[in-house]
């Protein structure tokens, strides 16, 4: 992370022109400034709105690719297909609790095929999108559901994907922050276990605490998949904020 330092710029179409005295005003003061702290300063006239035009969109791709690589930026995995599920649902929750500078972003992870040694000759373009994806980021938050006191095939399925081909495990070395919610009252607490086990295996950086095993679902969410509590707010923050460090630590 670093300092970012953004300018804003107001193009006028020739119709608006000449511009009110006001904006006159305020781009020559925005000149004058730019010059005293020895900034690149161009100055445009009416007849130069072309080019004037394309210098601008220069400035805004250059503007995006700094906030592009100043932001946090976390890939999530639900382990639920379901429409309706509760840990996708968790995930959507955790979205605005992000610390400023953090963005969370939900990959879809139904159109991976299940995973066969066979098909790694030419890997599916689903599986290098999300392995692409997964690179890129600066840490991983993975929701669960608990299946049969384990973790869902569908996810096991994901993180097999991932981890291959062998030697080119796209997890190793990301903090991942794992969570689950579930009907019961035990949270997820035995599926995380085993989905903890297995990103320890494969050179993930867990975060053991705090843990984040919800439940009963009906305690943690409204009708709408908002969360009930202020309590629970707090601890997804608090987690949110150690991933956050943990992040800004591997970088
Ligand atoms: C095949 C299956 C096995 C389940 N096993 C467990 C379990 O071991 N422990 C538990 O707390 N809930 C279990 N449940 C209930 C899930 O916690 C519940 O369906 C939950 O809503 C699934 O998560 P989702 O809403 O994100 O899809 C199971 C559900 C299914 C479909």
């Known amino acids: 992370?670093?300092?970012?330092?953004?300018?804003?710029?107001?193009?006028?179409?020739?119709?608006?022109?000449?511009?009110?005295?006001?904006?006159?005003?305020?781009?020559?003061?925005?000149?004058?400034?730019?010059?005293?702290?020895?900034?690149?300063?161009?100055?445009?006239t009416r007849s130069d709105y072309p080019q004037a035009q394309a210098f601008l969109e220069h400035v805004l791709s250059k503007i995006a690719l700094l906030i592009q690589k100043y932001t946090m930026n976390i890939i999530a995995i639900s382990g639920s297909l379901r429409k309706a599920s509760l840990n996708t649902a968790?995930?959507?929750?955790?979205?605005?609790?992000?610390?400023?500078?953090?963005?969370?972003?939900?990959?879809?992870?139904?159109?991976?095929?299940?995973y066969s040694e066979d098909s790694e000759v030419s890997f599916p373009p689903a599986v290098q999108a999300l392995k692409t994806k997964i690179e890129a980021a600066d840490g991983i938050i993975i929701a669960t559901p608990e299946y049969n006191r384990s973790i869902p095939g569908v996810l096991k399925n994901?993180?097999?994907?991932?981890?291959?081909?062998?030697?080119?495990?796209?997890?190793?070395?990301?903090?991942?922050?794992?969570?689950?919610?579930?009907?019961?009252?035990?949270?997820?607490?035995?599926?995380?276990?085993?989905?903890?086990?297995?990103?320890?295996?494969?050179?993930?950086?867990?975060?053991?605490?705090?843990?984040?095993?919800?439940?009963?679902?009906?305690?943690?969410?409204?009708?709408?998949?908002?969360?009930l509590n202020g309590s629970t707010k707090e601890l997804l923050t608090k987690a949110l904020a150690v991933l956050a460090g943990r992040a800004k630590k591997s970088n």
């Open 1 to 44: 992370m670093g300092m970012l330092a953004v300018c804003a710029i107001a193009l006028l179409p020739p119709s608006e022109y000449p511009p009110v005295p006001a904006a006159r005003a305020r781009a020559s003061a925005a000149i004058a400034r730019s010059k005293r702290t020895g900034m690149m300063s161009t100055v445009y």
């Open 90 to 114: 968790l995930l959507r929750a955790l979205q605005p609790l992000a610390p400023s500078g953090m963005q969370i972003e939900i990959v879809a992870v139904g159109d991976l095929p299940l």
């Open 158 to 227: 994901v993180i097999d994907w991932v981890s291959r081909p062998y030697g080119q495990n796209s997890f190793a070395g990301k903090p991942v922050l794992t969570a689950g919610v579930t009907v019961g009252k035990i949270g997820t607490a035995v599926a995380q276990s085993h989905l903890r086990q297995i990103m320890v295996y494969l050179n993930t950086d867990v975060i053991g605490q705090p843990e984040l095993y919800l439940g009963p679902a009906g305690e943690i969410f409204d009708g709408e998949g908002n969360i």
